[in-house]
């Protein structure tokens, strides 16, 4: 059970979602595929990562949800710091993130509302409709809400994905 203490410095407002200071990470005994990686990313911003294979792009997001532990430096993330956070609170600072996968993972029999839906119903939110609305709207597909994502455009399931996250 969460504490009433720690529950309220998870829902309090923070102006930075993540920051790495001097990460570092690497696979088994080979070198570092990532180097004293310093980043910030501000509440409310929106980024995405580009760059050649091998570049550490999948191994900043496993580091960023928490999925991989650095070899070196310290991560925050809504201004806590989780560089050596216990196993069982990562379930509950990873369902503060939206992550959107190259396969989508979109789910075939939901529709593109009950699709965005999922996660806030997941953490028990009731009165999760008008930002479901809102989020489609925002990416363009307010008139495809009832659609299934096989009956979705690549474009238009990569959309929903990111309305999702």
């Known amino acids: 059970m969460v504490e009433p203490a720690r529950r309220a410095a998870e829902s309090a407002p923070v102006s930075e979602v993540a920051r790495l200071s001097g990460v570092s990470f690497g696979y088994g005994g080979a070198p570092g595929v990532l180097r004293d990686v310093n980043l910030s990313v501000p509440a409310g911003s929106f980024h995405f990562l580009t760059g050649p294979s091998g570049a550490g792009k999948t191994s ?7 999925t991989a532990r650095p070899t070196q430096g310290r991560i925050r993330l809504f201004g806590q710091d989780v560089t050596e956070a216990p196993r069982r609170d990562l379930p509950a600072l990873r369902r503060r993130m939206g992550v959107v996968f190259q396969d989508f993972r979109l789910l075939d029999h939901l529709t593109a509302f009950d699709n965005v839906a999922l996660p806030l119903r997941l953490a028990g939110r009731q009165d999760y409709a008008a930002d479901v609305r ?6 363009g597909l307010t ?3 009832e659609a299934y994502p096989p009956q979705l455009s ?3 399931q990569q959309r929903l994905a990111i309305a999702r996250a």
């Not at 809102?134 to 990416?139: D, F, Q, R, T």
């Open 154 to 156: 690549g474009g238009e």
């Open 60 to 66: 900043l997001l496993r580091l960023l949800t928490l």
């Open 134 to 139: 809102e989020m489609l709207a925002w990416v």
């Open 143 to 145: 008139q495809r809400m």
